[in-house]
Nanobody, 116 residues
Framework: VQLQAFGGGLVQAGGSLRLSCAAS????????MGWHRQAPGKQRELVAE???????NYRDSVKGRFTISRDNAKNTVYLQMNSLKPEDTAVYYC???????????WGQGTQVTVSS
């Protein structure tokens, strides 16, 4: 199973970026896909996640600014990030997991840098 993330970059505060992550593999059995991030010196934290039924969960600091979506047919998850702030700067990691906890996969990470 592989998760390949795209879309990071450098943007000014107030700008937008869209991340995408495609999951592939013959043994792919996942229910929830999402994005986590890790800033220097900080722990990795959940940003947003979405189930295969479309239920979403966001951390409070991104609510109203970030939107997570998913294309189940393509096993792809997207994160539209608007009104970006310098504190959103981090490496963003794609995650895909099964609800029973048996499968938990991570992508390679993509850098998002927001300048003030």
């Amino acid at each position: 199973v592989q998760l390949q993330a795209f879309g990071g970059g450098l943007v000014q505060a107030g700008g937008s970026l869209r991340l995408s992550c495609a999951a592939s593999g013959s043994r792919l059995r996942v229910n929830t896909m999402g994005w986590h991030r890790q800033a220097p010196g900080k722990q990795r934290e959940l940003v947003a996640e979405i189930t295969n039924g479309g239920n979403t969960n966001y951390r409070d600091s991104v609510k109203g600014r970030f939107t997570i979506s998913r294309d189940n047919a393509k096993n792809t998850v997207y994160l539209q990030m608007n009104s970006l702030k310098p504190e959103d700067t981090a490496v963003y990691y794609c995650n895909a997991r099964s609800n029973n906890g048996l499968n938990n996969y991570w992508g390679q990470g993509t850098q998002v840098t927001v300048s003030s």
